[in-house]
């Protein structure tokens, strides 16, 4: 689509006005790191490399999950946005003839298509160099793009504008499209005169136009794209826009969300057709939803696979688990990481899963703990049954065949196994292997002393007289 493109992305600045001790680049953003987005948006240009210039935390930023797709140049002090292209110099040198997109990594909003259209007026109007602007009514922190009386373009930054500069909307978004050959003659004309001692990028832009090139801009219409994410009330700002795209593509796909601004859903969560999503619900991480599913209010979910027709109960926690079609897991219930809830399996009230396969049909129903167990299916667990999974230095593994009956109250001393159709008595405390179609019994047997309470009231009643 963009052959003969390279794509850079500056993001070797700490982000001071951030306040973090993580890099401001690598806060995330509904599930993703600001970064992350910016790559995600480039690489849907389809250029033909994209470099990434970093500096500050930069063996964090390398161990991010995008990095295999994309080279990193190192910026070791951090002296400007135009400092910051210069690390890329020798790639540049080889490539002349080429066009260069270089993008702030603080716009996480920006929209492929948007860029396309930058890219396109570029090529169209075969310039040198075209950015990217909009009008804005709160360009506050922003660079202001002047045409000076002898008809020149350039950006002044916030820092160093008069205040009739400050008052014009139009605003410099921090992404440029430029020919290689013109921005390697123009970069080694960049000085670091100015408020913040530092080599601003923008200042290609009045020198292009000085030297009679090509410079123009791309305005914009989407105002909503081009937050940059200077401190946390932008990016608080940033999150709820990117919010609300992902609540309207969901309602494009035909799902129902009753009270989207109590709703939050990572970007990448998918969700089938018809799956209605109540209030207060939260799905988080790598998740996916399929058709006809319903969560009631606050369920929390990370990181699962949930299939058909599901239902999720009220107040229900669920991490890095698999559901299958027509289970219902809740209310109030627990699922820790690695559990399967397999085919129209019922799970309920205060029922806590770790690393258990719970099979199709079975059901368990009330307070229970299953850790580290592999349940068939049509399995009935009893209130209050648990798995003593752990013996203070190992875990251990319960299994429990198809169609067992598990008593309330069971404990099952792992590692053991529960054969086919066999009964649990209640309140039993299994240690040892049960086989198929029996009936096992582990509790104290049950003495009654007839009329033994009447004689020790009439015994205390005697002694007090
Ligand atoms: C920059 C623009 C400004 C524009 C704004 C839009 C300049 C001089 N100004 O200002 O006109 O309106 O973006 O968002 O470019 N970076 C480096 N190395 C450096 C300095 C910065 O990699 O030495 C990176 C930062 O990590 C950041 C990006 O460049 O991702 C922009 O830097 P930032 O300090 O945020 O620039 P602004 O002051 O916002
Ligand atoms: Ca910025």
Same mark, same amino acid.
């Given at each position: 689509m963009n052959k003969g493109l390279l794509a850079l992305i500056l993001a070797a600045g700490k982000g001071t006005r951030f306040k973090s001790d993580t890099i401001k680049v690598l806060h995330p953003l509904m599930g993703k790191t600001m970064l992350h987005l910016v790559v995600e948006t480039i690489q849907k240009l389809n250029p033909d490399q994209v470099h990434v210039v970093v500096g500050y935390q930069r063996e964090r930023v390398k161990k991010q999950p995008f990095s295999p797709h994309v080279q990193f140049v190192v910026q070791e002090e951090q002296l400007g946005t135009a400092h910051a292209v210069q690390a890329v110099q020798e790639v540049l040198e080889e490539k002349k003839d080429k066009d260069l997109l270089i993008i702030n990594a603080d716009l996480p909003l920006l929209r492929p298509e948007t860029l396309q259209l930058l890219l396109n007026q570029h090529r169209n109007d075969r310039n040198s160099l075209t950015f990217l602007t909009t009008e804005s009514n709160r360009p506050g922190g922003f660079g202001r793009v002047i045409r000076t009386e002898d008809n020149l373009l350039r950006v002044v930054e916030e820092k160093e504008a008069t205040l009739s500069q400050k008052k014009r909307k139009e605003i410099n978004v921090g992404v440029y499209v430029v020919r290689i050959r013109d921005l390697l003659q123009a970069l080694p004309k960049i000085s670091n005169r100015n408020r913040k001692g530092e080599y601003y990028l923008t200042d290609m832009i009045e020198i292009m136009s000085r030297e009679k090139k090509r410079v123009n801009f791309y305005r914009t219409p989407? $105002?909503?794209? $081009?937050?940059? $994410?200077?401190?946390r009330s932008e990016l608080a700002r940033a999150v709820d826009i990117l919010r609300w795209r992902k609540v309207q593509s969901l309602y494009e796909k035909g799902v129902t969300l009753y009270d989207p601004s109590s709703t939050w859903i990572d970007l990448d969560v998918e969700i089938g057709v018809d799956s209605v999503l109540y209030n207060s619900v939260v799905i988080e991480g790598n998740s996916a939803i399929g058709k006809s599913c319903t969560f009631y209010p606050f369920v929390h979910m990370v990181d699962t696979r949930v299939g058909n027709d599901v239902k999720i109960l009220t107040s229900t926690v669920i991490e890095g688990s698999t559901i299958h079609d027509h289970a219902q897991v809740g209310p109030f219930t627990h699922l820790r990481p690695q559990t399967v809830i397999r085919e129209g399996a019922k799970v309920g009230n205060f029922v806590e899963m770790k690393k258990t396969v719970f099979g199709k049909k079975s059901k368990a129903g009330h307070l229970s703990y299953l850790g580290d167990s592999e349940i068939e299916e049509e399995v009935n667990i009893g209130a209050g049954t648990i798995t003593c999974n752990y013996d203070g230095i190992k875990k251990h593994r319960t299994h429990i065949g198809k169609g067992a009956f598990i008593g309330s109250g069971t404990e099952l001393v792992a590692p053991v196994k529960v054969g086919r159709g066999s009964y649990l008595g209640a309140g039993s405390t299994i240690t040892k292997d049960v086989s198929s179609d029996s009936l096992a019994v582990a509790r104290g047997r049950q003495v009654e002393k007839s009329g033994w309470a009447k004689r020790k009231k009439e015994k205390e009643k005697k002694n007090k007289e």
């Open positions: 989407q $105002v909503d794209e $081009v937050v940059g $994410v200077n401190d």
